[in-house]
T-cell receptor, first 114, second 112 residues
Framework: EAGVTQSPTHLIKTRGQQATLRCSPISGHTSVYWYQQALGLGLQFLLWYDEGEERNRGNFPPRFSGRQFPNYSSELNVNALELEDSALYLCASSPSWTGTYGYTFGSGTRLTVV | GQQLNQSPQSMFIQEGEDVSMNCTSS?????WLWYKQDPGEGPVLLIALYKAGELTSNGRLTAQFGITRKDSFLNISASIPSDVGIYFCAGQTWNAGNMLTFGGGTRLMVKP
C-alpha cells in the first residue's frame, strides 16, 4: 500500500512569490492535515481537510490556504512568500475525521524562500 | 493555545543505555502519541495511548499516559544506534477534532 506522497520534495521560491505544495493521502483516507516544521522546531498545525471541507485551521495568516479535491488529495498554497516561511511542510492523512488514532505522515516538502 | 513542554531537548547517550523523555502540559489531553522522525522524513507513529494511567509497550519502547492526563513519558531500553532521531510527543483533545499539538522534540544521539 502506498503511503502519503508529497510533491515536490524540494521547492525554492523568491520572497513575494507563491508556492503550491501537493499531497496524496493513503487510499481510503478522507482526512488530510498540513503541518509546518521550521528548522529545529516542533510541528505547527496549519490546516485540516475532510471530505472536501476545511475542518480546522491553525494560527497562521490567510496567505496560507488550501483545498481538498474529490479524490481526497490536497493542495497547500502559500501566497506572498516571506523568508520565515522556509520550513518543512508535512502532510498527513487518516481514515476519518472521527478517528483518534494518529496520522500517517508523508516525507514532506522542503520549502526554501530566498 | 495549548502547549506541550517536552524534555530533554537533546540527549547523547552510550549504546546500551536506557533513555527516558517526557512531555507535560497545562491542559488535559484525551490521547497521547509518540512519534519518531528520521532526517529528511516525516514522523512515524511509535505508540498511541488512549486512557489515563495506560502503560503500553512496543518492543524496547514503553510509554505511559499520565494519570492527570497532562503528561506522558517514553522510555527506550537498551538503546541501539538506529534509535537516533527526533522523538515527538503529541496530544489530542476531543474538542479539537483530529488536530494534534506537538512537543518541541527530543533529539537522541547514540554513541556506538
Amino acid at each position: 500500500e502506498a503511503g502519503v506522497t508529497q510533491s515536490p520534495t524540494h521547492l525554492i521560491k523568491t520572497r513575494g512569490q507563491q508556492a503550491t505544495l501537493r499531497c496524496s493521502p493513503i487510499s481510503g483516507h478522507t482526512s488530510v492535515y498540513w503541518y509546518q516544521q521550521a528548522l529545529g522546531l516542533g510541528l505547527q498545525f496549519l490546516l485540516w481537510y475532510d471530505e472536501g471541507e476545511e475542518r480546522n485551521r491553525g494560527n497562521f495568516p490567510p496567505r496560507f490556504s488550501g483545498r481538498q479535491f474529490p479524490n481526497y488529495s490536497s493542495e497547500l498554497n502559500v501566497n506572498a512568500l516571506e523568508l520565515e516561511d522556509s520550513a518543512l511542510y508535512l502532510c498527513a492523512s487518516s481514515p476519518s475525521w472521527t478517528g483518534t488514532y494518529g496520522y500517517t505522515f508523508g516525507s514532506g516538502t522542503r520549502l526554501t524562500v530566498v | 493555545g495549548q502547549q506541550l513542554n517536552q524534555s530533554p531537548q537533546s540527549m547523547f547517550i552510550q549504546e546500551g543505555e536506557d533513555v527516558s523523555m517526557n512531555c507535560t502540559s497545562s491542559s488535559i489531553f484525551n490521547t497521547w502519541l509518540w512519534y519518531k522522525q528520521d532526517p529528511g522524513e516525516g514522523p512515524v507513529l511509535l505508540i498511541a495511548l488512549y486512557k489515563a494511567g495506560e502503560l503500553t509497550s512496543n518492543g524496547r519502547l514503553t510509554a505511559q499516559f499520565g494519570i492527570t492526563r497532562k503528561d506522558s513519558f517514553l522510555n527506550i531500553s537498551a538503546s541501539i544506534p538506529s534509535d537516533v532521531g527526533i522523538y515527538f510527543c503529541a496530544g489530542q483533545t476531543w474538542n479539537a477534532g483530529n488536530m494534534l499539538t506537538f512537543g518541541g522534540g527530543t533529539r537522541l544521539m547514540v554513541k556506538p
